[in-house]
């Protein structure tokens, strides 16, 4: 692969040194936007243009590296590189990405086959179907029941030679200075499909209406919101679970009833109720997946979200993944902005200060379990929840919450980097670097970086 001209003109001022003055010259970088521009350079020299994702990581994994962009173009909206970059990103990930899909198709073809009437007054649920690829999601019992995705055949190989974002004929007009904005208007001139984006797990599903969210915040291009919108309303149809005749299922399978794909699917609700339309609706799909969530008996006595629940719909008592507790932040914070509620704020501090006692070391930096051997699914993971205690703490200022925001930033910024790699980030967030990072590992630790920026605005 090859690094971009314009990624690298993003290093921001950074300058020409030598490799033995770049240890002290990095070290010294304080401020937050710098910190987190310098690794934005790193992070998209994965960002392969020909696919629309990033090598290296997964296809939701991607649909993080794209919300934390968008976060931190709206942290940093007077750098025009910026926001050049990340409009950039969003119109070329619309246009390229949905070939990659890992299995379309198959959400279409389960609807239509399930709920068969045999003659006998039964139901056939039927969990197969001709659209599977091969695509997969288990909890290895052999690691605390870490959630592991299996790709198919492959599905990760590279796709030819690494393409360059500004070799795209869709940007060549615009890059000669011939047509402003003709590669975002090439990208999105004809309406995006949801099906594009579905692949028949849920969650997966609701990432991508939140990356789409983030970016019409960032360009408000009313079609990515109407993207989301269409996401959303074909996840919708995953409810409700067997489990009090609520929630929605992690897949198309209907085998397993878990904590991230309704935290996904309160807060996708929560986000479109403050910028779609149809406000009422999605205030309404936001309310009963809470009211149902917390009767799920999903959260534990110690406040913290295990992952699911068990065939007779009680917590399983597996991990408390960071991001199970970090999604449901954002959640109940766009909701209380939606339809205020007393409690909905209260609710959001009483579970991030439980996941922060319960996942900080001593010294307050945030760990998963699997660490230091997570796999491409957990290393996404606690990025997740720092992106979301951000939103909470602009909502509801906690000294718990910056401080643990701060800790965990500077701990990334000078025990997790590695400037051999061109300033990667790996998974442990206290030291020292694993290698190889990836752009999960890289784009999760961003997460906390861009969440700093936030503390000082």
Known sequence: MYPSFLLQSLLLSAPLISNAAAQSVYDSVTDPTKRAEFALSTLQIWYNAGTGLWDTTGWWNSANAMTMIANLAKSDPKNTQLQGLATKVFANTLLQAPAKNPQPGVEDEAKRRRDIDPGNGTFLLFNITGMESGYNKNLNPDASYEPVTVF????????GQYVDIQSLPIFAAEAKGTVKGVADQAAVAATPK??????????????????????????????YLQLAEGIFGQVTKAWPTRCGNGGIWWSWKKDYVNAIANELFLSTAAHLANRAQNKDTYVQWAEWTLNWFLNSGMINKEGTINDGVDDACKNNGFATWSYNQGVILGGLVELNKASPNETYLPLASKIAKAAIEKLSDDKGVIHDGCEPNCGGDANQFKGV????????????????????????????????RNEEQGNALSVVWSGPFVGPANASTHSSAMDALVAAINLDT
């Not at 198919?152 to 796709?159: E, K, R, V, Y």
């Not at 919450?401 to 997790?416: G, L, V």
């Open 152 to 159: 198919p055949d492959g599905w990760d190989a590279q796709d």
């Open 194 to 223: 949801a099906a594009d984006w579905l692949d028949g797990f849920y969650d997966d599903d609701l990432w991508w209406a939140l990356a789409w969210i983030g970016a019409y915040d960032v360009t408000q291009d009313i079609k």
């Open 385 to 416: 929840f720092m992106r979301n205690l951000q939103l909470l703490q602009e909502a509801h200022p906690d000294d718990v919450f910056a401080d643990s925001i701060r800790t965990n930033a500077d701990s990334i910024w000078k025990n997790n």
